[in-house]
């Protein structure tokens, strides 16, 4: 592959023309980069969105009764909050953004199976958001369900539920179809040589990932029918006025909503297992162990939904069920941490920007899946749940482990998609400020949930202000990070130094094509003939 | 602060210490780790690195020691819960009745009350109905707390060992008000009790 170092003159992705101008070059084109780029815009925005939302809920928080806002407004919040953060932001999560641009370059491929396909759900997606933004300005007021759509509640609100569950039913098809594409990607179009066993792990992830979508998806579509058929006709499937079961619902939503945390986290795992050789400059230990964690974590994780229902009135014999396997479930996780941190014995490490996301990352997300079994356990769930504490829970799996290393990615291919590097000095600065927000801003509800502090709670009893208020100076801290980290980044793709084909000395192949990458990857489809992270290669010869 | 009221509370605390000193240990010994590997092996310090591909013993030991660990909690957490779910015989029976946004407790003898009064070193056994939409009845101070879900009468048994007044808190989000939907919870004396009982 002589001809790809770069030297030689080629047109980049980014510039590329096509028999549409302007705009259209964009939103019509079936290039698999264009469409992880145009995912990566979309979601940044609703992460925006999104964040301006948590800002406000936590001036709320500053004091105890009204501070800024009434509970309708607090109420419709943290809903709009939850949708946002969740269904469009971080289920297509890096999946959608570096699935789309690095899994068909990292298995040398010149784009996903079904390109069209691909365009489709970004379409989609699009569509999803704006019928769930627009939901907000109808009559009767932005939804005030919590983003769970608990019935009978979701069914008897007067603010508006089926157009933000329609939305979310039409993300659900962006998903599924996204799952099918990839699944067949790597099934078809994996390069010579390139068996299972040296495809990269970010590429497993995001495939045991692809299964989820594609087997889970469609029940939260069915779950979402049923109730906005339920809100019109009336029918009784969940109201119990009219016979229907309420927990029927519960056990639909979650039966999707829990694998979804794992649609949500197994890509960013991957990840964490490509950045931390390319920093460490050697292969990954247990390769086979976090490929098989993956598919662990994706195939046990469809078994524990109820343990979200514990306190429900489900049977004892349900809870016990459901609280063993939820501690099995957690092993799986375990086996990646450990792996990664024995990948960085003997390494010959530089501790950069995407490494310390990453190391931030395993730190967080280690209290996250802890305090996962805080709640795993029956006697300590029926206590702190539904409190502060699940709250505290889910950002520290979802914020410090998912989002983290959505960050640590932005950095790690920053110079791939765009051939350009970011500020260094910058960026640290960021990811201190990120860390310290994120754990005032989030440790405090450890401590609030376990005194006793309900979620979803428009007012509070006077004894919990001190800590809200920390949390709230930690959520301003955190938010100054991001922006700066938005920023830095900005500036970086715009005008930063060129960064070059393989600024990190990665061994993954989209380290070896150009920065930006050419609009077909590869001039020559390259012969696989060692696994993913050959770092001691250089040596042997 | 974490105030405990029960002895089914003492035996929740000591499920989440035992959870919670575990944690802390992994927790610590891995963010060591981490750190001291990333000094160490530094690529100034280190300029060559080690291709360590894995290690069978370790992999084996890091699934099968934890796995032990974490059936170790999963005992524990369930042995305790267990005692809650469990109707002592003689336990005094008061009906829970949740609306939208208030408490009501029924007593056998007819008597209704917006607060829960009770006997203290009696076991008590609350029969949860809802009105309307998903509420959940808790009380922080005893650990525990059980969904309210209209259609389907769930239950909850509450020991209560000290005399005293406690935060009763609704758990499961059920709109506009929810965050006002407190009660309280007393404690009485056995006499106290009996004297409030028939007061009419």
Known sequence: ?541 | MFGQATKYAESVDSVMLLIVGISVFFLLGVTAAMIYFVIRYNKKRNPKASQIEGNTKLEIAWIVIPTALVLVMFYYGYAVFHESRVVPKGAMTVKVIARMWAWEFDYNNGKKSGELYIPVNRAIKLELNSMDVNHSLYIPAFRIKEDVIYGRENYMVIQPDKIGTYVIACAEYCGLNHSHMYSKLHVLSKKDFEKWISDN
């Open chain 1, 1 to 541: 592959m002589s001809e790809n170092t770069g030297t030689m003159p080629y047109i980049s992705f980014l510039h590329a023309e096509s028999k549409h101008k302007g705009i259209f070059k964009w939103i019509l084109s079936t290039d698999h980069k264009r469409i992880g780029i145009m995912y990566m815009m979309g979601m940044l925005g609703f992460l925006l969105v999104g964040i301006t939302f948590g800002f406000l809920m936590k001036l709320e928080m500053l004091t105890p009764g009204k501070t800024l806002m009434d509970a309708q407004t607090y109420n419709a919040l943290f809903t709009l909050h939850g949708v946002i953060m969740i269904f469009l932001f971080i289920i297509p999560g890096l999946s959608a953004v570096f699935g789309n641009f690095m899994l068909p370059i990292q298995i040398g491929a010149r784009d996903v199976a079904f390109p069209r396909l691909n365009l489709l759900s970004w379409w989609l997606y699009v569509i999803g958001g704006i019928l769930a933004i627009s939901s907000l300005f109808l009559q009767g007021g932005p939804i005030d369900t919590g983003w769970t759509f608990y019935v009978p509640y979701s069914l008897r609100t007067g603010t508006n539920v089926s157009l933000p569950l329609f939305a979310a039913f039409i993300l659900g098809f962006s998903s599924i179809l996204t799952g099918i594409n990839f699944v067949t990607t790597v099934h078809r179009l994996r390069a010579p040589g390139m068996d299972f066993f040296k495809m990269p792990l970010f590429v497993w992830a995001v495939y045991s990932t692809a299964w989820i979508q594609v087997i889970a998806t469609p029940v939260i579509g069915i779950t979402i029918i049923l109730v906005i058929v339920e809100r019109i006709f009336s029918l009784g499937i969940f109201d119990p006025a009219l016979g229907g079961d309420p927990l029927l619902f519960q056990h639909l939503f979650w039966i999707y909503s829990h694998p979804a945390v794992y649609i949500m986290i197994l890509p960013a795992m991957g990840a964490v297992s490509e950045i931390i050789p390319t920093f460490a400059k050697r292969t990954i230990f247990g390769y086979k162990a976090i490929a098989y964690s993956s598919l662990a974590i994706a195939f046990i994780g469809y078994f524990v939904w109820a343990h979200h229902m514990f306190t429900s009135g489900i049977s004892d014999t349900s809870r016990f069920i459901f609280s063993l396997l939820t501690f099995l479930v957690a092993i799986p996780s375990g086996v990646k941490v450990f792996n990664w941190v024995a990948t960085l014995y003997k390494g010959s490490i530089t501790p950069g920007v995407p490494l310390l996301f990453v190391m931030m990352f395993i730190f967080l997300f280690s209290i996250g899946g802890l305090t996962g079994l805080v709640l795993g356990s029956l006697a300590t769930d029926v206590h702190l749940t539904d409190t502060y504490f699940v709250v505290a829970h889910f950002h520290y799996v979802m914020f410090g482990g998912t989002v983290m290393i959505f960050f640590a990615s932005l950095h790690y291919w920053l110079p791939k998609m765009f051939g350009r590097m970011y500020n260094e000095k910058v960026a640290r600065w960021s990811v201190g400020l990120i860390f310290v927000g994120f754990n005032m801003l989030y440790f405090t509800m450890f401590i609030l949930g376990y005194e006793g502090q309900p979620r979803r709670y428009w007012d509070y009893l006077p004894q919990f202000q001190t800590l809200h208020v920390i949390s709230t100076v930690g959520s301003w801290i955190l938010i100054s990070g991001i922006l700066l980290m938005i920023g830095n980044l900005h500036r970086g793709m715009k005008r930063g130094p060129l960064a070059g084909n393989n600024p990190w000395g990665g061994k993954t192949l989209e380290w070896t094509i150009p920065s930006p990458p050419p609009v077909h990857n590869f001039d020559e489809i390259p012969v696989i003939t060692h696994g993913p992270y050959n770092y001691g290669d250089e040596e042997v010869k």
